[in-house]
C-alpha cells in the first residue's frame, strides 16, 4: 500500500450515486449535483446531503427549508454533468443548456427535475456546521416518486442505470470527470452459512416484541408509549456506552 494526501479520503469512497439537489426560495429556482447524500434514519425517514456554503443551492434551501433528492438515469449524465460544473451564478440558464426542466414539487413546496427516475420531497430538518468546508444537512422526507424500475427490494438494474461518479482526472491537462454505471448484477443469499444466528436474531426480536405488549397491557398503555419508555429506561441504564 502508499500513502496519499488524507484529503483524498472521499474518493476512496467512490463509486458512488450523484443525485441532484433541487431548492426553490421565492421566485429564484437552484440545482446541483451532491454525491455526498446518503440515509441516516428509516424511522421516521431522514436523508443527510453535505453542501459548500458559497454553492447557490445550499442558500435556498436554508432560506426555503425544502428541498428535493433528484435520481436519473445514465442517459442523462452528460446533463448531470454540466449541471454540476457551472454555477448559475455564471450561467443562468445552464438548466436549459444542460436539457433540464425544474417543474413543482407534489407535497412540498420546492421544485423537482422533471423525468427524474426518483425524487425524494423533504423538510429541512436540522444544519450543521461542522468546521469544515461543507456544512450537514438533514432532511426528513416527506414524499418519494419513483419509476417503475424500482420495486421495494430496489432497483432493477437489468433496465435502471444510476449514475455512479468515480472522480477526476488531475492537472496537467483538461479536468475531466469520470461516470460509470451497472455492469454486473449478483445475488448473494441472506445470512448464508449463519442461519443458526440468523434464526436466533429473529427469535429474539419476537420475545421482545412480545413482553413489550405483555407490558403494556399489564399498564394498560399504547405498545408504543410503553416502547419508547422502555427506550428511555435503556439510555439511563447503558450510559455513557449508548450511541
Excluded at 63 to 88: I, P, R
Excluded at 132 to 160: K, S
Excluded at 211 to 231: C, N
Aim: charged share 25%; net charge neutral; proline share 6%.
Amino acid at each position: 500500500m502508499k500513502e496519499v494526501n488524507p484529503e483524498l479520503a472521499h474518493y476512496v469512497m467512490y463509486p458512488a450515486t450523484v443525485p441532484i439537489i433541487a431548492a426553490k426560495s421565492g421566485n429564484e429556482l437552484g440545482a446541483m449535483p451532491a454525491v455526498w447524500t446518503t440515509a441516516v434514519s428509516m424511522s421516521p425517514p431522514l436523508v443527510l446531503m453535505v453542501l459548500a456554503p458559497e454553492r447557490r443551492t445550499y442558500r435556498l434551501v436554508r432560506e426555503s427549508g425544502f428541498f428535493t433528492v433528484n435520481y436519473l438515469d445514465f442517459s442523462k449524465v452528460e446533463s448531470l454533468a454540466l449541471v454540476g460544473d457551472v454555477s448559475a451564478r455564471f450561467a443562468p440558464d445552464k438548466l436549459e443548456k444542460a436539457g433540464l426542466r425544474l417543474v413543482p414539487a407534489r407535497k412540498v413546496p420546492s421544485v423537482a427535475v422533471e423525468d427524474a427516475a426518483a425524487v425524494i420531497e423533504c423538510s429541512l430538518k436540522s444544519v450543521f456546521d461542522v468546521g469544515g468546508d461543507h456544512d450537514i444537512f438533514i432532511g426528513r422526507v416527506e414524499a418519494l416518486y419513483v419509476a417503475d424500475d424500482f420495486t421495494e427490494g430496489g432497483w432493477r438494474l437489468e433496465t435502471y442505470k444510476p449514475i455512479l461518479y468515480v472522480g477526476r482526472t488531475r492537472r496537467p491537462g483538461p479536468i475531466k470527470r469520470k461516470f460509470a454505471t451497472v455492469g454486473e448484477v449478483r445475488e448473494v443469499e441472506y445470512g448464508r452459512g449463519m442461519e443458526q444466528a440468523v434464526e436466533e436474531r429473529r427469535r429474539a426480536y419476537q420475545l421482545a416484541e412480545e413482553a413489550v405488549r405483555e407490558l403494556a397491557a399489564k399498564m394498560s398503555r399504547d405498545p408504543h408509549d410503553v416502547a419508547y419508555i422502555l427506550l428511555d429506561v435503556l439510555k439511563n441504564l447503558l450510559g455513557p456506552s449508548w450511541r
